[in-house]
């Protein structure tokens, strides 16, 4: 077995294509639609205010995650406004503002709310400090209040109910690109084993010390491995250097990875038991993949998924179980006991894809 994991990631090295296409375009679809997203809107905004930039009112808007605001000159503005590079631009004035629009976007009521709620707070803020400007003892007693956080005893929890529905669109595309991908890289790396019997190479192998056993969990644990790599690479990046949020789940997406790629290797070994030669498995990967990443909830989250058909088909999908533990793992900060159904699912198909698949390819080679 480890003469075969050290032969199959020399030729690895030699080829490596496959493994890196596959990544970068897992990487760039997680990047591009992902980020896509997860875009702040862009707002352009100008001003009379002497030193605007060191006021409270810029740093509050500065610190917006929903919008980017960008100091530009009155001209600029309007100009960007006009040719519709942006959909609204914003004038700002001590007591008030001025929104310049083209036309009615539906960012517009955004951009009015959040405007009018920092407005709001200045202005409270403001009538405060005027009816105390006169009073020491007031002005004492609010900066305690500002300054001592042991005035209130304030108790936090969670608004969402049991079962409720979160959906994270950046993670949504991350997990879904990669399991959907993997099963290309895995797929064609079980693929050599009927390349191999087709071309002779296992009769030749059998008259070696190798044992049948050693011979196929060699192609499989090299395919395991691989697959993993891919995407706990791709996790790794997104994580580390894009700043995604896992939610403090980043460790356990690692290990809820584990199950989810032995199914997809038993699922081609499967495959390549079932199929009587390379070119009917070329045009099956593609049609079992996509299939199972639209049904099993790859490509949209399966929360908004209606049909009771469709739902019924994705019970069958590995992704779908695969979907599960991440989001659990993550975005519901699921314990281990809540992920084991999942993972235990996709274990049990594991064993019974490549137990037919084994069978199988025995039989026909008898």
């Known amino acids: 077995m480890i003469s075969i994991l050290q032969t199959k990631f020399r030729l690895f090295f030699r080829k490596p294509l496959l493994f890196i296409g596959m990544t970068a375009m897992s990487m760039l679809f997680a990047f591009f639609i992902g980020g896509s997203q997860y875009s702040r809107i862009s707002v352009p905004i100008y001003t009379d205010i002497d030193h605007f930039e060191t006021t409270d009112l810029w740093k509050e808007l500065k610190d917006s995650k929903l919008f980017q605001f960008t100091i530009v000159t009155e001209a600029e503005a309007k100009k960007q406004v006009s040719e519709g590079d942006r959909g609204a631009a914003v004038k700002l004035m001590e007591d008030g503002y001025e929104i310049v629009i083209a036309a009615k976007t539906s960012d517009l009521p955004l951009i009015r709310n959040y405007l009018q709620s920092v407005y709001s707070d200045f202005s409270i803020e403001k009538q405060i400090n005027e009816q105390v400007a006169d009073n020491e003892k007031s002005k004492v007693i609010i900066k305690q209040i500002k300054n001592d956080n042991s005035l209130f005893t304030i108790h936090t929890d969670s608004f969402r ?46 008259l070696s010390p190798l044992k049948k056993w050693q011979m196929y969990a060699g192609n499989l644990a090299y395919s395991f491995l691989l697959g993993y790599i891919q995407v706990a690479l791709l996790f790794f990046v997104f994580r580390y250097f894009a700043g995604v949020n896992f939610y403090e789940g980043f460790g356990k997406t690692l290990i809820v990875l584990i199950p989810y790629v032995f199914s997809i290797v038993s699922l081609s070994m499967f495959l390549v038991g079932v199929v009587k030669n390379i070119q009917q498995f070329n045009a099956l990967i593609p049609l079992i993949s996509v299939s199972m990443a639209m049904i099993g909830g790859a490509y949209w989250p399966l929360e908004i998924v209606s049909s009771p058909v469709l739902l019924k088909l994705a019970d069958f999908m590995p992704i779908k179980y695969g979907m599960e533990a991440l989001k659990g793992a993550t ?9 084991l159904q999942p993972m235990s699912i996709l274990i049990l198909m594991g064993v019974v894809f490549v137990g037919i698949g084994i069978n199988v390819m025995e039989k026909r080679s008898t």
């Open 331 to 339: 975005i519901y900060g699921e314990s281990w006991g809540e992920l």
């Open 161 to 206: 109910g049991k079962g409720t529905v979160i959906i994270d669109n950046q993670l949504q595309i991350l997990f879904g690109m990669s399991l959907f991908f993997v099963i290309y890289t895995i797929s064609y790396n079980v693929l050599h084993i009927l390349q191999e019997k087709l071309e002779g190479v296992w009769d030749r192998l059998i």
